[in-house]
């Protein structure tokens, strides 16, 4: 076994920051491969790597509550979540990712918040308090990747500007809530309406920086899965997550799910500010993901649901396996919403495939666990390779589909192992 | 510049302000004018996003800031950040 290249994460920073980065490492030819990966690297893990300076900058940092993760950015905090949580289909609440576009994020004290909801398509306006959402609706509850738009946009090249996520900035939860859709069908829906509009208490530290609001067609804002979560895996939600209540949107990605959700608007004319309209936009037409219909611009139009994707966990690159044993190759897969049809995994370069053994069924917005093996029977350098494909029939790509904002990257992972 | 130093003294207030004021940026000409962007948010910001752009993708981001963020620097500045960050941050070593 490897177990000496499980080097704790504690102890490859101290020695990568000791030794000032990365070119000092480089210069000791000696150091395994495995030890001399920074934090972070997904290099690592069988992709292009993160920006030089987005690997000089990341530290293992727990904030309150949370485990240490891979700090980004301090303010707004961006952290993400470290691949040794992926061996498990639900992600922990402690090691969740932590996504934020503005500073100021207010503590919110349970029995303090209310939800108003209303707007111009709504026949009147209400407010909740979080016993009256608890009690006036049923519960619901989804498992359902909440996934980072830009998840893996370090991994782009060219590289484009942005917060330099690697493979972590997505997390798979059991949430669990009350219905949008009951809870708007209690404010009324007017004919004409077009989308629903969500804010949350966080703000921006100078006035002038537009609020973090997102808009979702009114079809997809009143789904029976589209949730105002109180709890992720049987617990509240942690602050870093939207404590006291956020909105889950199961096959959209995470930017349409507001945390410390505090207005719903119905309204019938497009949300027009600029986290909707210049903000998470594609170009338009590269996905063949679902169109956000009354946000189409000529040139572009908002990200969507998630791609087909997936993650391979059991193995490092670089890492020496025995000659004539197998090698186990286990991951997660996900996609927008249709679930799983199957993972295939290759050991050849992508010339042959053979399908995966999937896991339990978790529901078609979860992770699904796959496993395989690939037996080494000469040695030298092997490359390993997943491959998911989608019950929509979408398969994970070759080559890269650049874009400006470095949104779907779901190129498929080429981890090499050396057989010895 | 006293709201900045005040908002600034604020987010230190916390263990992870005490960590970011870990955070620093080279120094460099220019360098002075740069840590205006911390009225915002920390500094990692600039790390992060380095080595690839040149100065015109540095100064694209400076405008970004202020014309979409509402970031109070002046016009009269934008250069000399962006003259900075392309030399400390820029993909390629500008003299």
Not at chain 1, 99 to 126: C, D, F, M, N, T
Not at chain 1, 222 to 237: R, S, Y
């Amino acid at each position: 076994m490897e177990k000496a290249r499980r080097i704790s994460n504690a102890s490859r920073r101290g020695f990568v920051t000791g030794l000032a980065g990365m070119g000092a490492l480089s210069a000791l030819g000696a150091v395994p491969r495995a030890l001399a990966a920074p934090v972070g690297s997904t290099a690592a893990l069988g992709f292009a790597e993160v920006p030089d300076g987005t690997l000089a900058e990341q530290i293992m940092y727990a904030l309150p509550g949370k485990v240490p993760l891979i700090k980004k950015t301090f303010r707004p905090p961006n952290f993400e979540t470290p691949i040794e949580y992926f061996r498990t289909p639900i992600t922990q609440n402690r090691a969740f990712f932590v996504r934020y576009h503005l500073a100021a994020i207010p503590e919110v004290k349970a029995e303090q918040w209310a939800l108003s909801v209303g707007g111009e398509s709504a026949e009147r306006e209400l407010k909740f308090t979080l016993g009256q959402l608890r009690k006036e609706f049923r519960a619901a509850q989804v498992t359902a990747v909440c996934q980072c738009s830009g998840n893996r946009r370090g991994l782009f090249e060219p590289h484009v500007p942005g917060v330099e996520w690697g493979v972590g900035a997505m997390g798979n939860a059991v949430w669990r809530g009350v219905r949008l859709k009951d809870v708007l069908a209690k404010a009324g829906i007017k004919a004409g309406a077009l989308e629903v509009v969500f804010d949350g208490a966080d703000r921006a530290p100078l006035e002038k920086t537009p609020d973090f609001v997102k808009s979702l067609p009114v079809e997809v804002a009143t789904g029976d899965d589209v949730l105002i979560a109180f709890e992720m895996n049987g617990q509240p939600l942690p602050h870093w997550n939207g404590f006291p209540a956020r909105l889950v949107v199961p096959g959209w990605t995470g930017t349409y799910w507001i945390k410390q959700l505090t207005s719903v608007r119905v309204v019938s004319k497009p949300e027009g500010n600029f986290w909707m309209k210049t903000a998470y936009r594609l170009p338009r037409g590269k996905f063949k993901t679902v169109s956000f219909k009354s946000q189409l611009a000529e040139a572009n139009e908002p990200i969507t649901t998630m791609v087909v994707n997936s993650l391979i966990t059991s193995l490092r690159s670089g890492q020496r396996v025995a000659r004539g044993k197998p090698i186990e190759v286990k991951g997660i897969a996900w996609d927008g919403g249709s679930g799983i049809d199957r993972v295939e995994i290759s050991r050849d370069f992508g010339k042959s495939w053979q399908v995966a053994r999937l896991g339990k069924d978790l529901g078609r917005y979860s992770f699904r666990e796959f496993a395989g093996s690939a037996a080494a029977h000469e040695g030298g350098a092997m490359v390993i390779m997943a491959r998911a494909t989608s019950l929509a029939g979408e398969t994970q790509v070759n080559e890269l589909i650049h874009n400006p904002a470095g949104y779907h990257h779901n190129v498929i992972q080429r981890l090499y192992v050396e057989v010895v | 510049m006293r709201m900045l130093f005040t908002l600034f003294a604020l987010a230190l207030a916390g263990s992870v302000g005490a960590q970011e004021a870990k955070v620093t940026l080279k120094d460099g000409p220019g360098k002075e004018k740069a840590m205006q962007c911390v009225a915002c948010h920390s500094l990692d910001y600039i790390g992060m996003n380095s080595r690839f752009m040149d100065k015109a993708g540095w100064t694209a981001s400076v405008n970004k800031m202020i014309n979409v963020f509402g970031a109070a620097i002046a016009k009269e500045d934008v250069d000399a950040i962006a003259t900075y960050l392309a030399q400390q941050y820029g993909r390629t070593p500008q003299k």
